[in-house]
T-cell receptor, first 111, second 111 residues
Framework: SQTIHQWPATLVQPVGSPLSLECTVE??????LYWYRQAAGRGLQLLFY??????ISSEVPQNLSASRPQDRQFILSSKKLLLSDSGFYLC??????????FGQGTRLTVV | KNEVEQSPQNLTAQEGEFITINCSYS?????LHWLQQHPGGGIVSLFM???GKKKHGRLIATINIQEKHSSLHITASHPRDSAVYIC?????????????FGTGTRLTIIP
């Protein structure tokens, strides 16, 4: 069966520290992969999407980056976190015109 | 104007009531997702539909392509239905499909 794993579930990091969130998908191949952020009281915002290994598109300028080193692995990174990076980060996958599947999310608090 | 707009933002109802959440979307969106986000943050996909109507248990989703409008209905609502319900539009762009999210409807069902 198809599953998506995202970790860690919660993270508290100081301002200026690096970030690495990992997402892996099982049970499918060549999925579209997405990173979303949900800031407090706001809707989901698309940060990055990838249609294949090494292919990353960024939707909003920010100090975050994404990488897809393997077909079913999607990593969200930052070299130096800002306070404004706090939020709830969700990884998701789909195959185009099919239902989307979401990870359980990572609640990031930058202090 | 957002590509996907939901209403109401907040909805409180008594257990057993019939619930309707509405979603309007802009030109170019080919399908709608209805998602459910629980207090912990995890998101579950309820429906994806591009025409007509789908039903799963007490949940019904409808879409009117001409009016660019979709509704999510919950019959015989129960406190466990309390969650944030999110409408998301699927837009295809040269083979890339991306979701645009509404800001969500926070539903609270009172026993």
């Amino acid at each position: 069966s198809q599953t998506i794993h995202q970790w860690p579930a919660t993270l508290v990091q100081p301002v200026g520290s690096p970030l690495s969130l990992e997402c892996t998908v099982e049970g499918t191949s060549n999925p579209n992969l997405y990173w979303y952020r949900q800031a407090a009281g706001r809707g989901l915002q698309l940060l990055f999407y990838s249609v294949g290994i090494g292919q990353i598109s960024s939707e909003v300028p920010q100090n975050l980056s994404a990488s897809r080193p393997q077909d079913r692995q999607f990593i969200l990174s930052s070299k130096k976190l800002l306070l404004s990076d706090s939020g709830f980060y969700l990884c998701a996958w789909d195959k185009g015109d099919t239902e989307a599947f979401f990870g359980q999310g990572t609640r990031l608090t930058v202090v | 104007k957002n590509e996907v707009e939901q209403s109401p933002q907040n909805l409180t109802a008594q257990e057993g009531e019939f619930i309707t959440i509405n979603c309007s979307y802009s030109v170019g969106i080919s399908a709608l997702h209805w998602l459910q986000q629980h207090p912990g943050g995890g998101i579950v996909s309820l429906f994806m539909l591009s025409s007509g109507k789908k039903k799963h248990g007490r949940l019904i989703a409808t879409i009117n392509i001409q009016e660019k409008h979709s509704s999510l209905h919950i019959t015989a609502s129960h406190p466990r239905d309390s969650a944030v319900y999110i409408c998301a539009g699927l837009r295809s762009n040269f083979g890339n499909e991306k979701l645009t999210f509404g800001t969500g409807t926070r539903l609270t069902i009172i026993p």
